[in-house]
């Protein structure tokens, strides 16, 4: 063979050195880079799987049925029974908000007289009057449910005094004067006014078998006296 026959093999065999070279090295780059989009890819797919998926489905689905619980769960209100002690119990609506009710019903005015007492057919029911540009409201009002039963009008000039159930003597303590006096079960009082003075008068039903009394308390100077 001539030295130019050897050099041309030597030469091919050279560069088809070099191409086996640089076609392994390009496989291995690919392999890397396909290990590392499979890498890449499992460690989306479990940040979706763990990140998103579960604390969606977790945290955001058990937070709005919690919420949903909470918001249907309330009850409503108990009546107190027919033999209720108004001395020992208080009323669900009580006097103030059924003022509050009666007052926003009529459109406004001043209130003149308050009751409660027990109906055998409507339970415990607040009696209101108020006094509204010559016209005279009466209202019943559910002391259970604050919903108004009945509302009548009439054209009347009403000239009795405003009363108040917060001041200058509350129910409450009404009630506390009247039963220190009689003792028994408070079954229901007004508030109202005889000759311009205004008074509690309460019902009390004797523990003792005597005769039931209404106790008269005057509001403005406490002074507190029985009417058998």
């Known amino acids: 063979m001539s030295r130019t026959t050897r050099s041309r093999t030597t030469a091919r065999a050279a560069a088809l050195g070099a191409l086996v070279i640089a076609l392994a090295a390009g496989c291995g780059g690919q392999a890397d880079e396909n290990d590392e989009g499979i890498t890449q890819g499992a460690g989306s797919g479990s940040s ?23 918001a249907s769960g309330s009850e ?5 029974p027919a ?23 009529a459109g406004g005015g001043e209130t003149v007289s308050v009751s409660i007492d027990h109906d055998d057919d409507r339970g415990w029911v607040w009696e209101i009057e108020v006094a509204l540009d010559g016209q005279e409201h009466d209202l019943d009002i559910d002391a259970t449910t604050g919903k108004v039963l009945e509302h009548d009008e009439e054209d009347d000039k009403v000239e009795d ?4 159930v917060t001041a200058p ?47 008269v308390v005057d509001v403005s100077s406490g002074e507190v006296r029985v009417e058998d």
Do not use: K, N
């Open 76 to 80: 409503d209100a108990a009546a107190l």
């Open 83 to 105: 033999d209720a002690d108004l001395a020992a119990s208080q009323l669900p609506v009580p006097a103030e908000e059924a003022v509050g009710i009666a007052v926003q019903t």
């Open 161 to 164: 005094p405003v009363v108040d």
């Open 48 to 70: 979706a799987s763990d990140g998103g998926g579960d604390t969606a489905a977790s945290d955001g689905g058990g937070s709005s049925e919690d919420a949903g619980s909470d």
């Open 169 to 215: 003597m509350t129910p409450q303590e009404a009630i506390d004067l009247a039963v220190q006096e009689r003792d028994g079960r408070v079954s229901g009082w007004d508030l109202d006014s005889d000759d311009g003075a205004i008074r509690y008068q309460l019902d009390i039903e004797s523990s003792d078998g005597e005769d039931d009394v209404e106790v």
